[in-house]
Protein backbone atom coordinates (compact mmCIF):
# COMPACT_ATOMS: atom_id res chain seq x y z
CA UNK A 1 0.00 0.00 0.00
CA UNK A 2 1.01 3.99 -0.17
CA UNK A 3 3.17 4.68 2.00
CA UNK A 4 2.39 8.31 4.86
CA UNK A 5 4.98 9.64 6.89
CA UNK A 6 5.12 11.84 9.91
CA UNK A 7 7.39 14.03 11.35
CA UNK A 8 7.96 14.11 14.43
CA UNK A 9 6.73 10.70 15.79
CA UNK A 10 7.07 12.24 19.22
CA UNK A 11 7.38 15.67 20.90
CA UNK A 12 7.52 17.70 23.81
CA UNK A 13 7.38 21.35 24.53
CA UNK A 14 6.35 23.72 26.80
CA UNK A 15 3.01 25.67 27.39
CA UNK A 16 2.76 28.35 25.43
CA UNK A 17 5.05 27.48 22.19
CA UNK A 18 4.05 26.01 18.81
CA UNK A 19 4.26 22.69 17.26
CA UNK A 20 4.36 22.02 13.87
CA UNK A 21 3.72 18.37 12.75
CA UNK A 22 4.57 17.38 9.01
CA UNK A 23 2.27 14.82 6.87
CA UNK A 24 4.23 13.29 3.61
CA UNK A 25 2.97 11.21 0.97
CA UNK A 26 5.98 9.28 0.06
CA UNK A 27 5.14 7.89 -3.43
CA UNK A 28 2.02 9.08 -4.39
CA UNK A 29 0.50 12.57 -4.66
CA UNK A 30 -2.66 13.29 -2.10
CA UNK A 31 -4.69 16.25 -3.21
CA UNK A 32 -6.81 15.67 0.19
CA UNK A 33 -5.02 15.10 3.38
CA UNK A 34 -7.14 14.41 7.23
CA UNK A 35 -5.96 15.55 10.65
CA UNK A 36 -7.30 13.44 13.35
CA UNK A 37 -6.11 13.40 16.96
CA UNK A 38 -6.80 10.37 19.14
CA UNK A 39 -8.18 10.32 22.73
CA UNK A 40 -7.20 7.56 24.78
CA UNK A 41 -9.21 4.45 24.10
CA UNK A 42 -11.30 6.60 21.49
CA UNK A 43 -12.07 6.37 18.28
CA UNK A 44 -9.74 9.03 15.91
CA UNK A 45 -11.75 12.03 15.76
CA UNK A 46 -11.43 14.36 12.44
CA UNK A 47 -10.25 17.60 12.71
CA UNK A 48 -9.48 19.26 9.56
CA UNK A 49 -9.74 18.31 5.61
CA UNK A 50 -6.96 19.31 4.16
CA UNK A 51 -6.68 20.00 0.69
CA UNK A 52 -3.88 21.02 -1.77
CA UNK A 53 -3.65 24.62 -2.85
CA UNK A 54 -6.84 25.76 -0.87
CA UNK A 55 -7.89 26.28 2.66
CA UNK A 56 -8.38 23.82 5.14
CA UNK A 57 -11.96 22.43 6.72
CA UNK A 58 -12.46 21.93 9.82
CA UNK A 59 -15.31 20.31 11.60
CA UNK A 60 -17.37 21.38 14.30
CA UNK A 61 -15.26 22.39 17.48
CA UNK A 62 -11.93 22.67 16.34
CA UNK A 63 -10.89 25.98 16.36
CA UNK A 64 -9.22 26.95 13.07
CA UNK A 65 -6.70 29.65 14.76
CA UNK A 66 -5.11 27.24 16.89
CA UNK A 67 -4.77 24.52 15.12
CA UNK A 68 -3.19 25.93 11.57
CA UNK A 69 -3.34 23.71 8.51
CA UNK A 70 -1.34 23.96 5.19
CA UNK A 71 -1.23 21.77 2.57
CA UNK A 72 1.12 23.33 0.38
CA UNK A 73 2.36 20.62 -1.95
CA UNK A 74 0.59 17.13 -3.39
CA UNK A 75 2.89 15.29 -0.86
CA UNK A 76 2.92 17.86 2.30
CA UNK A 77 0.03 18.60 4.33
CA UNK A 78 1.48 20.27 8.21
CA UNK A 79 -0.77 20.71 11.01
CA UNK A 80 0.77 23.41 13.34
CA UNK A 81 -0.30 23.88 17.23
CA UNK A 82 -0.54 27.41 18.26
CA UNK A 83 -0.02 28.39 21.69
CA UNK A 84 0.32 24.68 23.20
CA UNK A 85 -1.49 23.91 26.30
CA UNK A 86 -1.59 20.76 28.56
CA UNK A 87 -4.84 19.94 26.80
CA UNK A 88 -3.70 19.92 23.59
CA UNK A 89 -1.25 16.69 24.85
CA UNK A 90 -2.80 14.11 22.45
CA UNK A 91 -1.95 11.51 19.97
CA UNK A 92 -2.23 12.99 16.21
CA UNK A 93 -2.72 11.42 13.52
CA UNK A 94 -2.86 12.09 9.53
CA UNK A 95 -3.85 10.37 6.86
CA UNK A 96 -3.83 11.22 2.47
CA UNK A 97 -6.72 10.00 -0.36
CA UNK A 98 -4.83 7.44 -2.69
CA UNK A 99 -7.42 8.88 -5.16
CA UNK A 100 -7.35 5.17 -6.65
CA UNK A 101 -9.52 2.48 -6.77
CA UNK A 102 -12.00 2.80 -3.72
CA UNK A 103 -9.84 6.60 -2.55
CA UNK A 104 -8.47 4.43 0.09
CA UNK A 105 -7.21 6.59 3.10
CA UNK A 106 -3.71 5.74 4.16
CA UNK A 107 -2.29 6.63 7.64
CA UNK A 108 0.71 8.45 8.70
CA UNK A 109 2.04 6.75 11.93
CA UNK A 110 1.23 9.58 14.43
CA UNK A 111 2.72 12.13 16.20
CA UNK A 112 2.37 11.83 19.95
CA UNK A 113 2.28 15.66 21.38
CA UNK A 114 3.10 16.26 24.89
CA UNK A 115 2.91 19.95 26.17
CA UNK A 116 4.33 20.73 30.04
CA UNK B 1 -25.07 11.14 18.03
CA UNK B 2 -22.30 8.52 17.22
CA UNK B 3 -22.88 7.19 13.96
CA UNK B 4 -20.54 4.36 13.95
CA UNK B 5 -20.93 2.40 16.95
CA UNK B 6 -18.33 -0.90 18.32
CA UNK B 7 -20.30 -1.43 21.19
CA UNK B 8 -17.32 -4.11 22.75
CA UNK B 9 -14.45 -2.09 23.39
CA UNK B 10 -12.54 -5.24 24.21
CA UNK B 11 -12.75 -9.24 22.96
CA UNK B 12 -10.14 -11.63 24.23
CA UNK B 13 -9.94 -15.24 22.13
CA UNK B 14 -8.17 -18.34 22.10
CA UNK B 15 -5.39 -18.67 19.17
CA UNK B 16 -6.87 -20.96 16.23
CA UNK B 17 -10.15 -20.09 17.06
CA UNK B 18 -12.40 -17.55 15.36
CA UNK B 19 -12.11 -13.70 16.44
CA UNK B 20 -15.79 -11.71 15.58
CA UNK B 21 -15.62 -7.70 15.70
CA UNK B 22 -18.85 -6.18 15.63
CA UNK B 23 -20.04 -2.68 14.29
CA UNK B 24 -23.44 -1.00 14.03
CA UNK B 25 -23.96 2.29 12.30
CA UNK B 26 -27.13 4.06 12.11
CA UNK B 27 -26.70 6.31 8.92
CA UNK B 28 -28.79 4.81 5.92
CA UNK B 29 -26.66 7.07 3.76
CA UNK B 30 -23.23 5.06 4.47
CA UNK B 31 -22.58 2.59 1.25
CA UNK B 32 -18.80 2.13 2.04
CA UNK B 33 -17.35 0.02 5.07
CA UNK B 34 -13.91 -0.18 6.11
CA UNK B 35 -12.24 -2.22 8.98
CA UNK B 36 -8.71 -0.89 10.16
CA UNK B 37 -6.04 -2.25 12.71
CA UNK B 38 -3.93 -0.07 14.91
CA UNK B 39 -0.97 -0.80 16.91
CA UNK B 40 0.01 1.27 19.88
CA UNK B 41 1.41 4.49 18.92
CA UNK B 42 0.75 3.66 14.92
CA UNK B 43 -1.38 4.89 12.68
CA UNK B 44 -3.98 2.51 11.40
CA UNK B 45 -3.93 0.40 8.68
CA UNK B 46 -6.54 -0.86 6.08
CA UNK B 47 -7.55 -4.42 6.38
CA UNK B 48 -10.41 -4.47 4.42
CA UNK B 49 -13.34 -2.91 2.84
CA UNK B 50 -17.45 -3.96 1.55
CA UNK B 51 -19.37 -1.99 -0.95
CA UNK B 52 -22.88 -2.04 0.20
CA UNK B 53 -23.97 -2.99 -2.62
CA UNK B 54 -22.23 -6.75 -1.60
CA UNK B 55 -22.99 -8.53 1.73
CA UNK B 56 -19.79 -10.32 2.20
CA UNK B 57 -16.07 -9.99 1.25
CA UNK B 58 -13.19 -12.41 1.68
CA UNK B 59 -9.45 -11.69 2.07
CA UNK B 60 -7.59 -14.69 3.30
CA UNK B 61 -8.36 -15.04 7.18
CA UNK B 62 -10.53 -12.04 7.29
CA UNK B 63 -13.57 -11.42 6.48
CA UNK B 64 -16.33 -9.11 6.06
CA UNK B 65 -20.42 -9.17 6.57
CA UNK B 66 -22.78 -6.81 5.77
CA UNK B 67 -26.01 -6.44 6.87
CA UNK B 68 -27.72 -3.67 5.33
CA UNK B 69 -31.13 -4.35 6.94
CA UNK B 70 -29.68 -4.21 10.06
CA UNK B 71 -27.37 -1.88 9.44
CA UNK B 72 -24.51 -4.24 11.41
CA UNK B 73 -21.12 -5.32 9.93
CA UNK B 74 -18.88 -7.88 11.39
CA UNK B 75 -15.86 -8.76 10.51
CA UNK B 76 -14.36 -12.21 11.05
CA UNK B 77 -10.86 -13.70 11.73
CA UNK B 78 -10.20 -17.09 11.37
CA UNK B 79 -7.78 -18.78 12.52
CA UNK B 80 -6.85 -15.72 15.07
CA UNK B 81 -2.99 -15.53 15.56
CA UNK B 82 -1.27 -13.77 18.51
CA UNK B 83 -0.07 -11.11 15.94
CA UNK B 84 -3.52 -10.27 15.12
CA UNK B 85 -3.39 -8.38 18.92
CA UNK B 86 -4.16 -4.86 18.24
CA UNK B 87 -7.33 -2.46 17.84
CA UNK B 88 -9.82 -2.59 15.24
CA UNK B 89 -11.69 0.38 13.80
CA UNK B 90 -15.08 0.23 11.76
CA UNK B 91 -15.55 2.56 9.55
CA UNK B 92 -17.95 4.14 6.82
CA UNK B 93 -18.67 6.15 4.82
CA UNK B 94 -21.05 7.56 2.22
CA UNK B 95 -19.91 8.33 -1.83
CA UNK B 96 -20.90 12.11 -1.71
CA UNK B 97 -17.99 12.35 0.93
CA UNK B 98 -15.36 9.90 -0.67
CA UNK B 99 -12.56 9.51 1.71
CA UNK B 100 -14.11 11.16 4.43
CA UNK B 101 -14.74 8.20 6.80
CA UNK B 102 -16.71 8.35 10.25
CA UNK B 103 -14.76 5.90 12.88
CA UNK B 104 -16.38 3.58 15.87
CA UNK B 105 -14.05 4.12 19.06
CA UNK B 106 -12.41 0.59 18.56
CA UNK B 107 -12.28 -2.86 19.43
CA UNK B 108 -9.21 -4.31 21.05
CA UNK B 109 -8.32 -7.59 20.17
CA UNK B 110 -6.59 -10.14 22.39
CA UNK B 111 -5.68 -12.96 21.18
CA UNK B 112 -3.53 -15.68 23.87
CA UNK B 113 -1.15 -18.49 22.51
Known amino acids: GAVVSQHPSRVICKSGTSVKIECRSL??????MFWYRQFPKKSLMLMAT?????????EQGVEKDKFLINHASLTLSTLTVTSAHPEDSSFYICSALSGSGHNEQFFGPGTRLTVL | DQQVKQNSPSLSVQEGRISILNCDYTNSMFDYFLWYKKYPAEGPTFLIS?????DKNEDGRFTVFLNKSAKHLSLHIVPSQPGDSAVYFC????????????FGDGTTLTVKP
Open chain 1, 27 to 32: DFQATT
Open chain 2, 50 to 54: ISSIK
Open chain 2, 91 to 102: AARTNTNAGKST
Open chain 1, 50 to 58: SNEGSKATY
